[in-house]
């Protein structure tokens, strides 16, 4: 199959030009300035549009057990409300279950994935024990393209590990050459804090956030970044919320440690104040690190701007509001923690980022694919347009308007953080190895086509 796509402008994280591009099967098999129409079964006029390199997303939650019960999206609705949005790679994370090996958690994830899939997906695995095997089970998963690794300072009891299970899986990706992504809160004082506030009587969702300051981010990121220096390691924090954590990373980078962070469309939009809503919808917006005061989010915008913060993800995990963020009508710790938006990364970002002026276009394809790709190993099949590259490319309309909404969007789940969000800018056809997947605002791809992505750890060439 040969698609010929003319008169498009690609932009690369590099930069920004007119070419023609030529698809073979499911690599990008020419770019040049007029490339002539000889027999290609399908010819794309993106006259006035952008060609982009597919969306990676590195931090998805389908079909995850948390809190009894599960997030709503599987991986058959996630990846296809991932690709209507501009993402065709996503990176989910397998959990072992305490006391159980990685490998049978792989297993478990992998059927999850396997015949739902739509778009191409790695897995990271979230170390929740190491017990006797776990360093040489974190080995033999690197060898399963498994190039990182998650690990949780917060939720004790539950996925909480502590400082020395931290040091010694550093250690190891010290020398196997994965990736440790961490979760940076402090959980032994949030636990502390949120017990006091359950004492006192405050049980609404807003005690979520009143209980996990923004110094108990602050300071587990800069106990990771420590624990990654003495063992030798990068480390990458997920989910990035405020600017107190974001110095602390900037700091370290400044000092030249691999340490590296992303941060969320969530956290770079909404404001605490979400989850005062009335009515229990301020459950809605119930996820960790929570959402903060207005002026996190400039910092944040700058952070992106200026390299201290190098990825956007979503921590797409979503939960129902009516069936499911319900469990904790009375409790606000019964509230299953996370929220969706797989669907709306590019077109968060694009908007707020590039037509407000805090971003370049270039910057912004950095941030939502070229950088997730190299830091996690995907990196030239994924993240770029270049001939041998894997083909999958957005054709992006820049002036396409939308309005966000529960009522349009293709996550299975009832409400949207971003309800009523104009943004200008949107996928119009979406090609997956060179295979057009959405187009006309329909999903014409096989469900199940996606497939595991091997990926490769970088073994210590972080720069
Ligand atoms: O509240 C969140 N973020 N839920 C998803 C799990 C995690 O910590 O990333
Ligand atoms: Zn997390
Ligand atoms: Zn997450």
Redesign the pocket.
């Known amino acids: 199959m040969t698609t010929l796509i003319k008169n498009g402008t690609i932009v690369t994280s590099q930069r920004t030009y007119r070419a023609d591009l030529l698809i073979e099967n499911e690599t990008i098999k020419d770019i040049a300035e007029s490339i002539p129409a000889a027999n290609p079964e399908r010819v794309i006029d993106a006259t006035g549009l952008l060609l982009l390199p597919g969306g990676i997303d590195v931090?998805t939650?389908l079909d995850?057990p948390?809190g009894g019960t599960t997030?709503a999206d599987d991986f058959e609705t996630g990846t296809k409300a991932a690709a209507f949005g501009g993402t065709t790679t996503l990176i989910d994370?397998a959990i072992q279950p305490k006391g159980t090996r990685m490998r049978d958690a792989l297993d478990t994830w992998w059927k999850k994935a396997d015949s739902k899939a739509s778009i191409d997906y790695g897995l990271h695995m979230i170390v929740t024990d190491l017990g006797e095997a776990g360093l040489e089970d974190m080995d033999s998963l690197v060898g399963e393209g498994v190039a990182s690794f998650?690990l949780?300072m917060?939720?004790p009891g539950v996925?909480m590990v502590d400082d020395a299970t931290i040091f010694k899986a550093l250690g190891q990706t010290a020398k196997n050459g994965a990736l440790i992504c961490m979760?940076a809160e402090n959980g032994g004082v949030i636990d502390v804090i949120v017990q006091r506030a359950l004492a006192e009587g405050k049980r609404a969702p807003i005690y979520h956030a009143l209980t996990r300051p923004v110094k108990a981010e602050a300071e587990a990121v800069h106990r990771a970044i420590a624990m990654a220096e003495i063992s030798g390691a990068p480390i990458y924090i997920?989910?990035l919320s405020s600017e107190d954590a974001l110095n602390e990373v900037r700091e370290a980078r400044d000092r030249g440690v691999p340490a590296f962070a992303e941060t969320c469309p969530q956290y770079l939009l909404l404001t605490v104040d979400e989850l005062a809503r009335a009515n229990f919808e301020g459950a809605k917006y119930?996820?960790?690190?929570p959402l903060r005061e207005k002026h996190h989010l400039d910092k944040l915008w700058q952070g992106l701007r200026e390299d201290h913060l190098q990825v956007v993800s979503t921590?797409h995990?979503p939960f129902c509001f009516k069936d499911q963020k319900t469990l904790g009508i009375d409790d606000f710790t019964k509230i299953?923690?996370?929220?969706p938006g797989v669907e709306n990364r590019l077109q968060l970002i694009h908007h707020h980022g590039v037509n407000q002026g805090r971003l370049n276009l270039n910057r912004f394809v950095e941030l939502v694919s070229t950088t997730p790709a190299k830091l996690f190993g995907l990196y030239p099949k994924k993240g770029e347009i270049a001939v041998g590259s894997d083909a999958d490319i957005v054709i992006w309309d820049a002036n396409a308007d939308h309005v966000i909404s529960a009522a349009t969007h293709h996550m299975r789940v009832d409400y949207s953080m971003f309800e009523g969000f104009h943004v200008k800018g949107n996928a119009k056809i979406v090609l997956s190895r060179g295979e057009v997947i959405v187009e006309n605002d329909k999903f014409i791809g096989r469900t199940g086509r996606g497939r595991y992505l091997k990926r490769q750890a970088r073994g210590g060439a972080w720069s």
């Open positions: 931090h939650h995850m948390f997030s994370f998650k949780f917060a939720y996925l979760h997920v989910h119930v996820f960790t690190p921590d995990c299953p923690n996370g929220g």
